[in-house]
């Protein structure tokens, strides 16, 4: 009777933002802006946050027996928590996962996108001073949150000199952000069924994920502590040099380096 067992399909779509496809209209736009220019593309997110000790990983892996871990997945047991968070470069397709171990905070997303830049992105780009940052609506870069905007300005525009250009995928579009098929996908098949026992061996699956278009990954534990509940006052805000683009104002704007009255 063509009866079989299956899983629920995610094909209904829910509500829509009126400006989304107009939205994905404009980031394409940009994206071939920059790279005609040879500008720098990078596209940045938070991965699952994932428990380091002896616990079961989904998915997996050809071995003789199963892997043993442990029965219950309690954090007292844990080594410790890893929050990746990663930078994916579309113009090179390299990806760089910087694994925190506190909290995903805008104040952690913005020191990996100046750590990239200082370590890899200057010299990939030499005598380029912006760059195009694709994100998601939400988390710890989203298009709400003043920390966000305000340490892009204080970390990255001002002390580097950089025009740093922000375009945020619409709610519920997160899947279409680059970084989410093309860097951590491929690390959760690598890592796929096999226990992430210590941060030693999570930073070597992460490197160790390639595809046949040559991705090529780096990863590092990163030691500083994020605190939550940063506020930013109205007075910082104002001090900006931040200009929203006529298109969809609230999810792309560019912050460009302000003069050195302003920054001291």
């Known amino acids: 009777m063509d009866y079989s067992l299956k899983v629920n399909a995610k094909r209904q779509a829910g509500s829509q933002h009126p400006d989304r496809n107009t939205q994905f209209e404009y980031i394409e736009a940009q994206i071939q802006l920059f790279l005609e220019n040879g500008w720098p593309i990078i596209s940045l ?3 699952k946050k994932e428990l380091i000790g002896n616990f079961k990983n989904a998915g997996q892996c050809w071995c003789q027996e199963a892997l043993a871990v442990n029965d219950h997945d309690f954090e007292s ?6 929050v990746p968070y990663g930078l994916y470069d579309v113009n090179h397709n ?5 694994v925190g171990q506190s909290a995903d905070t805008a104040e952690f997303a913005v020191d990996v996108a100046a750590r990239w830049w200082q370590d890899f992105g200057q010299h990939d780009f030499p005598n380029v001073s912006r760059f195009l940052a694709l994100c998601d609506c939400g988390g710890s870069n989203g298009y709400r949150l003043r920390l966000w905007k305000a340490l892009l300005q204080e970390q990255l525009a001002d002390p580097l000199g950089l025009e740093v250009t922000v375009c945020h995928y619409p709610t519920g579009a997160s899947k279409w952000n680059p970084i989410e098929h093309r860097l951590f996908g491929p690390i959760s098949v690598n890592w796929a069924g096999k226990p992430l026992r210590t941060f030693e061996t999570m930073l070597a699956y992460i490197q160790g994920t390639t595809t046949e278009t040559g991705l ?20 910082v805000m104002q001090t900006l040099n931040l200009e929203r683009h006529a298109i969809c104002p609230n999810w792309n704007y560019t912050i460009r380096p302000r003069i050195a009255s302003d920054c001291t």
Do not use: C, N
């Open 45 to 47: 997110d938070a991965k």
């Open 77 to 82: 047991d844990a080594i410790g928590r890893a």
């Open 94 to 98: 390299r990806g760089y996962v910087y």
């Open 216 to 235: 090529q990954v780096q990863a590092f534990l990163v030691e500083k502590h994020y605190a939550r509940g940063i506020k930013v006052a109205d007075e």
